[in-house]
């Protein structure tokens, strides 16, 4: 009869020990990256794409690739060039871009950039007749 409580007992302390170590379990089809260490935003915003002026480079967040300007094509890299790396990210200045979860980030650019210009040059002043 002993023998019996003390099985019992140790079977259902085996078996709630067992249900305190289950947890939820969380299914992916990519492995989760975080962001950078430069990038923490202070409050829950759906960015995908980071800019950085001073250096013209895009950060798309959802692959963690760099997507910049090189020779009149644009090149997606997880890692900047030599060249960029001297560039102190945390401490640049940069910009959420809000309005665009697109996966072709250049025709945003190039889009944004010519906006607002004209080809007329203002320093000439027009001939009156």
């Given amino acids: 009869m002993k023998i019996f409580k003390l099985s ?5 302390g085996g078996f709630i020990w ?18 950078p260490p430069w990038f923490y935003p202070n409050r829950l915003e759906v960015v995908r794409y980071v800019y950085f002026p001073e250096l ?15 020779g009149g094509v ?5 890692v900047l060039p ?9 401490r640049s200045r940069y910009v959420r871009i809000r309005d665009y979860r697109g ?3 250049e025709e945003y650019h190039n889009n ?18």
Avoid at 8 to 12: A, G, S, T, Y
Avoid at 19 to 30: A, D, E, F, K, Y
Avoid at 74 to 78: D, L, N
Wanted: proline share 7%; aromatic share 10%; glycine share 4%.
């Fill in 82 to 90: 030599p060249r960029y790396r001297s560039y102190n990210l945390r």
């Fill in 74 to 78: 644009w090149i997606r890299r997880k």
């Fill in 56 to 70: 013209t480079i895009y950060y798309d967040l959802n692959t963690s690739m760099y997507v910049y300007l090189n």
């Fill in 103 to 105: 996966d072709r980030i």
């Fill in 112 to 129: 944004r950039s010519n906006r607002g210009r004209s080809n007329l040059d203002r320093s000439q002043s027009r001939r009156k007749d």
């Fill in 8 to 12: 019992q007992r140790l079977l259902l």
């Fill in 18 to 35: 067992l249900l305190m170590g289950c947890g939820p379990v969380l299914i992916t089809s990519r492995p989760s990256s975080p962001p």
